[in-house]
């Protein structure tokens, strides 16, 4: 199963899954983390308290990729171009190193102003159980329908 993530700002709310990198390790195992946004384009970073070398690192990115940003000890999230991307790519001010994705639609992140808080922590049962109730569910052929996500 993989290791999911809620990243909250606000009434921005979204979970992410992480891949098996070394970087989605890292941050995993120091999780709970707490920041400020900074806007760059249609990408947010802020400072995390984990120090990591390049790995794999990429020059492009995808919509709804989380990166590891070396050079700023960086928790970056894509959701569109960047000043330094050409055309419709989407590219970093330096190599990231990929270990997740947005599950679901990036693009609310474009709601989240810089200076504005940010919250990351294990996404849990528990936390699915709380949005059950919250929001209503109903039960489908592949898992518990929550709003328009199923769990």
Known sequence: ????IRIRCGEV?????????ASANAIWDALPIAG??????DEIYFRIPVELAEDDAQELVAVG???YWPPGNAFCIFFGPTPMSRGS???PASPVNVFGRVDGDPTVFKRVAGGAQLTIDELSSTSIQIAHQQMGSRRTSDGVRIG???W
């Open 65 to 67: 990729d989380l990166g």
């Open 148 to 150: 328009r996500r199923v």
């Open 89 to 91: 790519e989407i590219r």
């Open 13 to 21: 709310k979204v979970a992410a899954s992480l891949n098996d990198s």
């Open 36 to 41: 400020t946004a900074n806007v760059w384009g």
């Open 1 to 4: 199963m993989a290791r999911q």
